[in-house]
């Protein structure tokens, strides 16, 4: 009987030896990547079948990852505050999200910078169920009703409280609802869980096209997001640790390349030759319905990769206002510590 004891410890000693090991074998190569061949950069995309966040998959679709000799692994969760815990976790090596988490990281004592800047403007569009678009006209009526939001403390919920507040509506007048994108979105709007909310292509387009939403609010363009927001939001774009972007600047300025490359080749192409060069299922179905949200969205990304410099204040005055983490301390945030210009300036334009 003893022996039996001694051989079953010794079996799950060794046991728990190997999965410690594949614990640490699997946390160093997260945080490897050096871009050689034998290294795989693991990056997080906030929802990789959201038009706002196209730019990355279309980087793999037409090869440029490759063609710089990286090799990409595209991750996805479905916000942008889960791919953010991914990345301080250490188990991814970027994140595609919102450029506003760096911001509010550094009032957490985290260093993350943006270093490639996908779009000036959010993407975003304030969608309203049909029956009661007549009644909803614009901000000033969000008292009393029920607003969508990816998810509390997202970039969705920061935006929607400032478009109240700037309208009047304090934002105890009215009730945040976590309503996710896509499928959950459309069924909260259809099903009376909100009344309003924010959301992305193609989640806009399917609700817009069956006359079950309306569009109140669209921050897809730059005139859009100026009307909204008095000025640019920058949004989308590649963000990585300070730390990470220093000691693998090689890789990192090949991600670069391979990114504003793509940028370049989506401002040279027509919304249908891009939604063709994107997989099959991204359509849903429905080839036609995703072209147009394609097309909708499409003006929203940059061409260079650059952060415009306005752009990275507005974000911090809305944080600064609405921001938990961020409320009280806009005079300790450096912006300069949160993107960074040096890789795309020097990507090769196409």
Same mark, same amino acid.
């Given at each position: 009987? #003893?022996?039996?004891?001694?051989?079953?410890?010794?079996?799950?000693?060794?046991?728990?030896?190997?999965?410690?090991?594949?614990?640490?074998?699997?946390?160093?190569?997260?945080?490897s990547?050096?871009?050689?061949?034998?290294?795989?950069?693991? %990056?997080?995309?906030?929802?990789?079948? +959201?038009?706002?966040?196209?730019?990355?998959k279309?980087?793999?679709?037409?090869?440029?990852?490759?063609?710089?000799?990286?090799?990409?692994?595209?991750?996805?969760?479905?916000?942008?505050?889960?791919?953010?815990?991914?990345?301080?976790?250490?188990d991814?090596?970027?994140?595609?999200?919102?450029?506003?988490?760096?911001?509010?990281?550094?009032?957490?004592?985290?260093? %993350?910078?943006?270093?490639?800047?996908?779009?000036?403007?959010?993407?975003?569009?304030?969608?309203?169920?049909a029956?009661?678009?007549? #009644?909803?006209?614009?901000?000033?009526?969000?008292k009393?009703l029920?607003?969508?939001?990816?998810?509390p403390?997202?970039?969705?919920?920061?935006?929607?409280?400032?478009?109240?507040?700037?309208?009047?509506?304090?934002?105890?007048?009215?009730?945040?609802?976590?309503?996710?994108?896509?499928?959950?979105? %459309?069924?909260?709007?259809?099903?009376?869980?909100?009344?309003?909310?924010?959301? =992305?292509?193609?989640? @806009?387009?399917?609700?817009?096209?069956?006359?079950?939403?309306?569009?109140?609010?669209?921050? #897809?363009?730059?005139?859009?997001?100026?009307?909204?927001?008095?000025?640019?939001?920058?949004s989308?774009?590649?963000?990585?640790s300070?730390?990470?972007?220093?000691?693998?600047?090689?890789?990192?300025?090949?991600?670069?390349?391979?990114?504003?490359?793509?940028?370049?080749? %989506? +401002?040279?192409?027509?919304?249908?030759?891009?939604?063709?060069?994107?997989?099959?299922?991204?359509?849903?179905?429905?080839?036609?319905?995703?072209?147009?949200? @394609?097309?909708?969205?499409?003006?929203?990304?940059?061409?260079?990769?650059?952060?415009?410099?306005?752009g990275?204040?507005n974000?911090?005055?809305?944080?600064?206002?609405?921001?938990?983490?961020?409320?009280?301390?806009?005079?300790?945030?450096?912006?300069?510590?949160?993107?960074? =210009?040096?890789?795309?300036?020097?990507?090769?334009?196409?």
């Amino acid at each position: 009987m #003893r022996t039996a004891t001694r051989v079953a410890a010794a079996a799950l000693a060794a046991a728990t030896a190997l999965s410690l090991s594949a614990c640490r074998d699997s946390r160093t190569s997260a945080s490897s990547g050096n871009g050689g061949k034998d290294d795989t950069i693991k %990056i997080m995309v906030g929802g990789i079948d +959201k038009v706002i966040y196209l730019p990355a998959k279309l980087t793999e679709q037409l090869g440029y990852f490759k063609e710089q000799g990286i090799n990409v692994q595209l991750l996805t969760e479905p916000a942008g505050a889960q791919a953010e815990n991914v990345l301080l976790s250490g188990d991814v090596h970027g994140v595609v999200g919102f450029y506003d988490h760096t911001i509010d990281l550094q009032t957490k004592g985290k260093c %993350i910078e943006s270093v490639v800047q996908l779009a000036d403007v959010p993407g975003e569009a304030e969608v309203v169920s049909a029956p009661k678009a007549g #009644r909803i006209t614009s901000p000033a009526a969000f008292k009393g009703l029920k607003l969508g939001v990816t998810s509390p403390g997202s970039s969705t919920d920061f935006l929607t409280q400032y478009l109240a507040t700037k309208n009047g509506v304090p934002t105890s007048a009215y009730t945040t609802v976590k309503a996710g994108a896509g499928q959950t979105f %459309i069924a909260a709007l259809n099903n009376g869980g909100i009344d309003a909310g924010m959301t =992305t292509d193609p989640t @806009v387009a399917q609700l817009t096209s069956t006359g079950k939403g309306k569009v109140l609010l669209d921050m #897809r363009t730059e005139a859009g997001a100026r009307a909204a927001l008095g000025g640019l939001y920058p949004s989308s774009s590649l963000y990585m640790s300070c730390d990470y972007v220093k000691t693998h600047a090689q890789a990192v300025q090949k991600l670069a390349n391979a990114l504003v490359k793509t940028l370049g080749w %989506i +401002k040279a192409h027509k919304p249908a030759e891009i939604a063709a060069k994107m997989p099959a299922d991204y359509a849903g179905g429905d080839p036609k319905l995703y072209e147009k949200a @394609v097309a909708d969205s499409i003006g929203m990304f940059n061409g260079d990769g650059m952060m415009p410099a306005d752009g990275a204040k507005n974000v911090l005055n809305v944080l600064a206002q609405f921001s938990p983490n961020v409320k009280g301390k806009k005079d300790t945030v450096d912006l300069s510590k949160t993107y960074t =210009t040096e890789f795309a300036a020097k990507a090769p334009k196409q």
